[in-house]
């Protein structure tokens, strides 16, 4: 059974931690990685760095950059990934970033490689769903690779429903139409689209990202949600030299 539905089965507020591949040093991927396992973190997300990182806020950006600068590439890190122990972790592991650097790399060998290496989904943010159903669904399923779909505050009700419908690991809610990084904290608007969302009853398990930063943002994320995601707060610790162990251990 893939980690993911393991997981949303056992827990409730589902801890995932974002962080970019070689960043802040190229060797620092699978160092960060036994970090946040065994800090006991539920979900790691491992960023793959690309060039026009659209969706993402400065401090993802600039991680990026510096990945990038680093040598970081799909290649690299399916190499550091493959001398980690991350097929024996608890936890579930997912690749996020960009649909170029895959159609670059080659689909179905990106997805070989993320099966040998242990990873359980993947986080392609423009990756449209019908493109994905069409070209890209059975070579996933080969593979036993969940993929995450996004929704926004302007996602209509309609297309929620049918991301739902053809999603079976769990629908990332982003809490603002912004950038990662921005807005964060958590307002009376945010708290009545979570509700909304909730209160439509989806099959699928929620995780609410961007702008959650924090241990009073990341419980009340957790009240209409299966858990939430933090990155870009994350991102800014390991940058400041921070420990990841005390990053985690503050947050529960």
Aim: with cysteine.
């Amino acid at each position: 059974m893939n980690k993911i539905d393991i997981l949303f089965k056992e827990k409730k507020n589902i801890l995932s931690i974002y962080f970019t591949a070689g960043f802040p040093k190229p060797k620092d991927t699978n160092i960060i990685l036994d970090e946040l396992e065994k800090s006991g973190v539920d979900m790691i997300e491992i960023g793959i760095p690309f060039s026009d990182p659209l969706a993402d806020g400065p401090i993802i950006q600039h991680s990026s950059e510096v990945a990038l600068k680093n040598g970081m590439s799909l290649k690299l890190l399916f190499e550091q990934l493959s001398k980690s122990e991350i097929r024996n972790s608890k936890s579930a592991m997912l690749l996020m970033g960009y649909l170029n650097p895959v159609l670059q790399f080659g689909v179905e060998n990106f997805c070989k490689r993320a099966s040998e290496v242990g990873i359980s989904g993947v986080i392609l943010p423009d990756l449209p769903i019908d493109e994905y159903l069409s070209e890209y669904k059975s070579v996933f399923d080969k593979y036993n690779l969940k993929n995450i779909f996004l929704i926004t505050p302007q996602t209509s009700e309609k297309r929620i429903r049918y991301i739902d419908e053809h999603s079976d690991g769990f629908i990332y809610v982003v809490s603002s139409a912004s950038t990662t990084g921005t807005n964060t904290g958590m307002d009376a608007w945010k708290e009545k689209y979570f509700s909304r969302i909730k209160n439509m009853n989806l099959k699928n398990p929620l995780m609410v990202g961007f702008g959650i930063g924090d241990k009073k943002s990341f419980f009340k994320a957790c009240e209409y949600a299966n858990g939430a995601i933090i990155g870009s707060a994350f991102i800014k610790h390991l940058e400041n030299g921070g420990n990841v162990r005390a990053f985690i251990k503050q947050l529960k």
